[in-house]
């Protein structure tokens, strides 16, 4: 009996991954998570959502790692919530090497 249990945890422990890695994969298509490294010299995004920063650079590193959803209009201007023209959004890109 002992070896039958142990395989039977064995296996729901590789269906609870199976989900895990399902939920992951659909999040990444959606936008909504970023893999991509954080760009040399800068800490992690902790904000992940727009309604989350509080400054427009912070908007824009967030844009530039991955989160495609912040500029859902595709105007050039990331969350548009704390950022208000292009030509702010392309002086911090270059300033921050986006």
């Keep these: 009996m002992t070896g039958s249990t142990g395989i039977s945890s064995n296996i729901a422990k590789a269906m609870i991954g199976v989900v895990m890695l399902e939920f992951i994969l659909a999040a ?17 995004i ?19 790692d991955g989160y495609k959803r912040a500029d859902g ?3 050039g201007i ?14 911090i890109r270059s300033r921050i090497g986006c």
């Design 46 to 64: 902790v904000a992940r959502t727009c309604k989350q920063v509080s400054s427009c650079e912070e908007a824009v590193e967030l844009w530039c």
């Design 78 to 91: 990331p969350c548009e919530n704390v950022c208000d023209s292009v030509a702010e959004v392309d002086a």
């Design 28 to 44: 990444m298509m959606a936008g909504q998570l970023s893999l991509v490294p954080p760009r040399q010299g800068f800490l992690p």
């Design 73 to 75: 209009d595709q105007d």
